[in-house]
């Protein structure tokens, strides 16, 4: 087992280094470069070209360079190239040349180019250009190489082009600065042509002054002649003129007058639109001053009237809900009172031998203590400042005086009588109520009393 481990551990750690090798030997190449690998490439091969992207360049058998695309200006003073007509000229020019990116113009350069300076790759390719330079001026007249310059252009692009491609170059630009030559053919062609261009103007000017006094002459009889034609027309074309001007003045009053009876109809109706268009657009200015405004209050007394709606509902509901409990806190309470009495009654009857009545009579023995009280205080609030009693002198038993506070205290009910008044007899070991004769006095009262003692 612990082989095992350890042979995984010892691969993984190959595999890590072998990556690390791996991107320490990857070789990018930028834009601007051609990347060339050089060794152990491929059967039949001796390099291998890559413009942009990268490979992985094996140690030992292969390396690698790189080949600068910086495009390179050369300048070739090209003097005394025989043309043609064997005529020595001067093509003084600046050729503009870089490598190719074309897989086998790189090929090429990474076998006739690579590791080269720059320098020495100017000077291979300035003695092509000169070659080709001077073969191509050989194969044209001065005449085709000066007038014709897109032609000179293509014929040097022709020549050169497929020489720089054998050493991987290209060419970008020509650019021919100014032709001349030593026995001075091009000056006499500029002369020639510059004294041929001024004869025939002289000439072309000589005919054209030519025709033109001959042309002045036919031009001056010819206008005479209509002149006097033209006299003649013109007295009766004035005359038929006036006419015309008569009826043309008459017809354009008549128009005028038309027109001016228009226009003033035209501007009635304008006005009357302009009339109407103002009152349009007033009455809209007031509908949107007005009952824009008038509707923005309607509907804000709307909406501040269905607030106040809802406030009242919700503090009717609240006032109600209170009510509502407040009804049933005191129904509960009532309840629950009357569940008390009810609970002391049942055990008051209970108590009683389940004698309804004699409970009854208990609850109002219990109340006689306050009914005596209310009586007392009934007669002792009255205030009597005098009493007159008048005696007729009857002979009665008792003064008049006397039989008046009786009757007085009289007037207030027995304890029994009110008893009786609630429907309850009292027992008898609580006394009965005394019959009173007429005018008997306090003293016989008592002595009954005693009597029946």
């Known amino acids: 087992m612990d082989y095992m481990v350890l042979g995984s551990g010892m691969f993984v750690i190959f595999i ?7 991107a320490s030997r990857y070789k990018r190449c930028p834009a601007n470069r051609v990347l060339v690998i050089y060794g152990k490439v491929g059967k039949g091969k001796s390099s291998k070209c890559y413009h942009g992207g990268g490979a992985v360049v094996w140690p030992l058998i292969q390396d690698s360079k790189y080949l600068d695309l910086t495009p ?8 005394g190239a025989l043309s043609l007509q ?10 503009t040349i870089a490598i190719d990116t074309t897989e086998e113009a790189m090929n090429n350069a990474a076998v006739r ?17 000169f070659g080709q330079l001077r073969l191509t001026v050989a194969s044209l007249k001065i005449e085709e190489i000066n007038q014709d310059r897109e032609r000179f252009l293509l014929a040097i692009r022709n020549n050169i082009e497929p020489e720089l491609k054998k050493i991987g170059l290209t060419l970008i630009n020509v650019n021919i600065t100014d032709i001349t030559d030593e026995s001075g053919y091009i ?10 261009a001024i004869n025939q103007a002289k000439i072309d ?3 054209q002054d030519k025709m033109g006094d001959v042309g002045a002459s036919e031009a001056e009889k010819e206008r005479r002649i209509k002149v006097a034609a033209f006299n003649a027309q013109a007295v009766d ?4 003129s006036k006419a015309m001007i008569a009826a043309y003045n008459a017809t354009l009053a008549e128009k005028e007058a038309e027109a001016n009876q228009k226009g003033e109809v035209a501007r009635q109706n304008a006005v009357a639109e302009i009339q109407k268009a103002k009152a349009l657009a007033e009455t809209k200015r007031l509908e949107a001053e007005e009952i824009v405004v008038k509707e923005i209050q309607k509907r804000k007394i709307e909406i501040e009237a269905d607030a106040a709606a809802e406030k009242l509902r919700r503090e009717a509901g609240g006032q109600a809900d209170a009510i509502v409990a407040t009804r049933q806190a005191e129904a509960e309470g009532i309840r629950k009172v009357l569940s008390a009495k009810s609970e002391g009654y049942k055990n008051l009857v209970t108590s009683c031998m389940g004698n309804a009545r004699d409970a009854a009579t208990m609850l109002l023995v219990e109340k006689l203590e306050e009914i005596v009280k209310l009586q007392v205080e009934a ?10 009693v008048w005696d007729n002198g009857s002979g009665e038993k008792g003064s008049s005086t006397a039989n008046f506070l009786s009757n007085l205290v009289r007037s207030v009910p027995a304890l029994h009588d009110i008893a009786g008044m609630a429907g309850v007899e009292l027992p008898e070991f609580l006394g009965k109520v005394v019959k009173d004769t007429p005018h008997t006095s306090p003293a016989s009262a008592e002595d009954g009393k005693s009597g029946k003692k």
């Open 237 to 240: 074309g004035e005359n038929q």
């Open 16 to 22: 890590f280094f072998l990556l690390i090798f791996s």
């Open 379 to 388: 007669i002792k609030n009255i205030k009597i400042d005098k009493v007159t």
């Open 187 to 196: 000056a006499s062609i500029g002369k020639k042509a510059a004294s041929t």
């Open 86 to 95: 064997n005529i020595r000229i001067n093509v003084p020019s600046t050729f």
């Open 72 to 79: 390179m200006t050369i300048s070739i003073p090209l003097k």
């Open 205 to 207: 000017v000589a005919v």
């Open 113 to 129: 180019l690579l590791g080269l300076p720059t320098q020495q790759i100017e000077t291979m390719a300035t003695e092509i250009i």
